[in-house]
């Protein structure tokens, strides 16, 4: 019995008659779990399997391809921080720094009250306004260290 | 006049600098879907002509030319499919972001007019998982769309021309961006690129011809349709046609998105568009077509950023995106950095690439660090040969051209930087002290970076 998606059989349903094969439904759907729940665990990876139609093995095949899929909880605010190159040359490293020195905020780790979390990630496509990070689904850029502070505090 | 003051038509972002969405009410007061309609009457062997004259070549990377790519499509096989390329990850490449952000019913009539086109009734776009703004917008958009009668059946009122469109995301993976790879992330698995041939427009997404294209590519097409194809040609330089969108970023005093024809030079991009370099410091190179391009010395810059202008400077214009480095970055750094990156984002099905690109990233962070050996040099030169096509164990052996893009940059820092690497090596040390502090640029000076360590 599906828990994670019972209540979201409709939607998934609506999208599936979107595509010409059902298996295309895999990435949509995972991401619906990540929404909701924040990561995607083994019980929600046994239960895309059934609603896609096919193994768990090739769910978790898929959900360890993509780095933006979590495979254990984050924080309420999972922070990606950028460092390639545009953004390592403008001060990402500094930034890094500012998070984990000013903010306790530290690569790879959930912070004790489980408000953020940081990953270090390639580019993503702000190269332009570096350095840059995305806070949940929100992008920043050319931060400061007194705009991290300004984000920082808007997130409960 | 200098570049700087002279003034272009700006036809694919005119408003960037205010970062709004304009919704469908705006875009068609705009005059926006009229080349839908239009393309609805025209035959699509006509539309592919205009676009074949036009000279539009793919704004994605490989620069290949869109008329002809789309005439490669198998007579009378059906159904086909339109994919929308906004993969977007090539590092230093940030101009599809604003043009979905802003622009999303541009992409939209691009769409219709390109399926229309090449007869596919099913188009996607795939956009990556970090873009979380752009899938929304475009979402929303497509469903303004719909609710008009612009997208689905019968668009426009008219009888059997259908065109779907699914906005569907990516979730962190480079290689996403190859062709190949997108479609079979889009059929639900891994994003594991095919060995071509078959190509896609023969074979593509569950099997069926499709054509790919970059989000650039197809908005260009309606304004192609409005304008005629000679507009579009009035901005040439060899073989390089149409305004482009450059994205700018690194060391220059104004980075951003710039809307440029291909006669501009690289020199006049960045020191009169781009105010030059920030606090007026020198430049050390500049990687001009995004981050698997060779890099260039100041000395290379004075090119037209078009294709064959870039590639007579011995580099490729790729997906026309600029990285300006100044004097205060050491190269060794700058290119392990970027093979950390291939390293990563390679997808590991095929040997060379999968270990190529690990083994460079595992030397040059050595003797970024200090731990180099003199022939390690050597070894690197073996793997990532001279950043030629076809040279070392790598280019043009893998299944993909990432193999290729981890191994450029590599090779043509060994041959721009020699010394430097050697430097490095017989120093024991990254001779750029502080380099993370120098950098930043004075952004983060305060209290607690004042005892800064050498990274
Ligand atoms: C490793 C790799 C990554 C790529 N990433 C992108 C990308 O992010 N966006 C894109 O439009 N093309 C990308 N391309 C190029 C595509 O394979 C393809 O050539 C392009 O989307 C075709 O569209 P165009 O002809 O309109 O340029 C990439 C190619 C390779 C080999
Ligand atoms: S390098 Fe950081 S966003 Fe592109």
Known sequence: ?156 | MTTATAQWERVLLPNIEQDQTEWLDAYVAGGGYEMARKALGMAPADIIGVVKDSGLRGRGGAGFPTGMKWGFLPQGLFPRYLAVNADESEPGTCKDRPLMEQRPHSLIEGVICSCLAIEAQQAFIYIRGEYYKAARVMQQAVEEAYAKGFLGKNIFGQQGKNVDLVVHRGAGAYICGEETALLTSLEGYRGYPKLKPPFPAVSGLYGKPTIINNVETIVDVPHILRRGADWFKSWTHERTTGMRLYSVSGHVKKPGVYELPPTVTLKDLIYDICGGIRNDHELKFVIPGGSSVPWLKPHQIDIPMSHEGVAAAGSMLGSSAVMVMDHTVCPVWAVANLSHFYHHESCGQCTPCREGSAWMHKILRRIEQGGGRMEDLDTLRDIAGEGKPGSGMISGKSICALGDAAAWPVGSALGQFHDEFVEHIEKGCCPYKNKRYWMAGGRFVNETFEKMPVL
């Open chain 1, 1 to 156: 019995m599906p828990t994670i998606l019972k209540d979201r059989t409709d939607e998934i349903e609506r999208l599936a008659v979107r595509y010409p094969s059902r298996r295309s439904i895999m990435l949509p759907v995972l991401w619906m779990v990540q929404q909701q729940e924040g990561w995607i665990s083994q019980q929600a990876m046994a239960e895309v399997a059934d609603v896609v139609g096919t193994t768990v093995a090739e769910v978790y095949e898929v959900v360890s391809f993509y780095t933006m899929f979590q495979q254990r909880p984050v924080g309420r605010h999972h922070i990606a921080l950028c460092d390639t190159l545009a953004c390592a040359i403008c001060g990402a490293m500094e930034v890094a720094e500012y998070l984990k020195t000013k903010h306790g905020i530290e690569k790879k780790k959930v912070t004790p009250d489980g408000r953020f979390s940081l990953e270090f990630v390639e580019c993503i496509g702000a190269c332009s306004i570096a350095p840059a990070m995305l806070v949940g689904e929100t992008l920043h850029g050319n931060l400061t260290p007194d705009g991290i502070d300004a984000i920082l505090a808007q997130c409960p």
